[in-house]
C-alpha cells in the first residue's frame, strides 16, 4: 500500500541559514519546517495577501467602506473585558491563557502552540505545543522577542492531531492560514494578540538598557494607554516612562524590519483577537472575527467582567505631529515628557480612538520606512485598508 502525502514537503532551512525573506524575515518559524516549501505565497513579508485570506478565513474581507472595518478588521463585535480572577504573571489578567485552558479542559482542542521560554532566559522565546493546562500556563506573559511559533507545525502531523488552537501574532497567523489546509487537521481555532515594535532578542537588551533604570530586573513591560511604558521589574515596582521620553534618536534601529513593514498590527486573520489598545486602561480589548472566536469567547465568559468598548477624544493633530518628531529623532528632556504625558493622559485619545492612534502612528511610520528603504515593495505589501490610513496625513518626503 502506499501512503500519498497530503502535501509537499521540502528541507528545512537549517537554522541561522538566510531566509527567503532576507532581513524582512520575522522568524515566524515556518522556514524550520517542511512547509518551508509554501513559503513564497505563504510568508507574510514575500506575499501580503490579507484580504484574500480574510475572504477564506471570514467569508469576506475589510469593507473599505466601513471606518470600524478599516481600522480593526472583519469584526462581528468587540468588547472590553477582564477576568474577575486575574491569573498570577500573565501579560494582563490572562485571558488568551484562559481560553486555551478551558478549550483543552472541554476536550474541544487536543493541543495548543503557545511560546513558554527557555530556562535560562525569561525572554528566550521556546514555542511548544503544549498538552497540559500547566504547559499552556507556563508560556503566559509576552515573551517581546520574535518568535518562531510555527517551528513546531511538523510535531502536530507527527502527532496525530485533528483538533488544534495556535496562539500567535499577525504575521505568523498569515503564514498559518496560508498552509491550514496542508496540516490535515478537522478544526483550527486561532487565537490571535495584536502585535507592534518588536524585536531581536539583542533588540531587546537595548531597547531595556537605552529606556530602564533597571534593565536586568524587568520581568515584563508594555506601552500602556496612559501614554506610558510601564515597566514591571522583579521585586513588584513599575516603573513608568513617558512615550515622548524616549529616546527614539537611540531606538529607531531597535525594532525588527519586519516589523517596521508590517501593517497586520490588529491581527487581521485571528478567529479572535485578545489586546489591550482598544479598552480603557486596566481593561482588555475583545474582536471577535467570526463564528469560530464566538465559540472560545463563550469558554470563559463566565469568568469575566465585560463593558462596551468606548471611544473620545481625537487622535489626529497628535500623529499628524509626531510624524515629523520622529522622523527627525527629537527626544524632550524628561521633566517635558512627563509634563507632556500628564496632559494627553487627561485630553487625549481614550478606548478606541487610542487604538486608532496608535494603528495611525505605526502605519504612517512603516509606510515612510518602506518607501524609502524597499520602495520596490510599496505596492504589494501595504494592504489597502492601510492605504486609507495613511492617506489621512501629510508624509514628509
Ligand atoms: P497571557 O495569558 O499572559 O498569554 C500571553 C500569550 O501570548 C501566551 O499564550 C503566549 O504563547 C503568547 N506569546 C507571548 N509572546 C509571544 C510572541 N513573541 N509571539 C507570539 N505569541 C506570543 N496588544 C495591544 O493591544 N497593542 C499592542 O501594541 C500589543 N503589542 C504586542 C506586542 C507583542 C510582541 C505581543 C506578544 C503582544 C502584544 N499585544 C498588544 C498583546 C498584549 O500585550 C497581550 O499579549 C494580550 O492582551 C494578552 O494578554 P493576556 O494576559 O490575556 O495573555
Ligand atoms: Fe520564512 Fe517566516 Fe521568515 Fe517568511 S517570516 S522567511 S515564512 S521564517
Known amino acids: 500500500m502506499t501512503s500519498l502525502a497530503p502535501h509537499k ?141 510555527l517551528s513546531v507545525l511538523e510535531e502536530i502531523e507527527k502527532s496525530g492531531m485533528k483538533r488544534l488552537l495556535v496562539i500567535g501574532v499577525g504575521c505568523q497567523i498569515q503564514a498559518l492560514r496560508s498552509v491550514e489546509k496542508q496540516l490535515g487537521l478537522e478544526k483550527l481555532y486561532v487565537l490571535g494578540t495584536p502585535c507592534v515594535d518588536n524585536v531581536t532578542r539583542e533588540g531587546l537588551d537595548k531597547f531595556l538598557k537605552t529606556t530602564s533604570k533597571s534593565p536586568d530586573t524587568v520581568v515584563h513591560y508594555e506601552f500602556m494607554q496612559d501614554f506610558r511604558v510601564h515597566f514591571k521589574h522583579e521585586d513588584g515596582s513599575i516603573e513608568l516612562v513617558p512615550f515622548f521620553g524616549l529616546k527614539t534618536n537611540q531606538l529607531k534601529d531597535v525594532f525588527a524590519p519586519s516589523c517596521m513593514t508590517c501593517f497586520d498590527y490588529v491581527n487581521s486573520l485571528a478567529d479572535l483577537v485578545v489586546g489591550y489598545m482598544g479598552a480603557p486602561f486596566g481593561w482588555q480589548w475583545i474582536v471577535v472575527r467570526n463564528e469560530t472566536g464566538e465559540e472560545m469567547l463563550e469558554v470563559v465568559r463566565e469568568q469575566l467582567h465585560t463593558q462596551p468598548v468606548m471611544s473620545s477624544g481625537d487622535r489626529k493633530q497628535a500623529v499628524q505631529n509626531s510624524i515629523p518628531a520622529y522622523d527627525k529623532g527629537v527626544t524632550l528632556p524628561m521633566w517635558a515628557a512627563k509634563m507632556m504625558g500628564v496632559v494627553i493622559e487627561k485630553i487625549g485619545p481614550k478606548g478606541l480612538e487610542y487604538a486608532r492612534f496608535s494603528i495611525d502612528s505605526h502605519f504612517t511610520r512603516n509606510y515612510l520606512y518602506l518607501k524609502r528603504n524597499y520602495p520596490e515593495k510599496l505596492n504589494a505589501q501595504v494592504p489597502d485598508y492601510a492605504k486609507k490610513i495613511v492617506d489621512q496625513y501629510k508624509l514628509p518626503e
Open 9 to 149: 514537503k521540502a528541507r528545512a532551512l537549517k537554522p541561522n541559514s538566510r531566509r527567503p525573506a532576507k532581513e524582512l524575515c520575522s522568524e515566524c518559524g515556518l522556514c524550520d519546517t517542511y512547509y518551508v516549501h509554501y513559503v513564497k505565497e505563504a510568508c507574510a513579508f514575500l506575499n501580503q495577501q490579507i484580504a484574500e485570506l480574510e475572504e477564506e478565513a471570514h467569508g469576506r474581507s475589510r469593507d473599505l467602506d466601513n471606518a470600524d472595518d478599516i481600522y480593526f478588521g472583519v469584526h462581528r463585535s468587540m468588547m472590553a473585558a477582564k477576568k474577575k480572577q486575574p491569573i498570577e504573571g500573565a501579560q494582563w489578567t490572562g485571558i488568551v491563557s484562559s481560553i486555551a485552558c478551558e478549550m483543552l479542559t472541554r476536550g474541544m482542542v487536543e493541543g495548543v502552540v503557545c511560546v513558554s521560554n527557555s530556562s535560562e532566559d525569561r525572554f528566550q522565546p521556546r514555542p511548544i505545543l503544549a498538552r497540559t493546562t500547566e504547559e499552556i500556563l507556563s508560556a503566559r506573559v509576552n515573551k517581546p522577542t520574535l518568535s518562531p511559533n
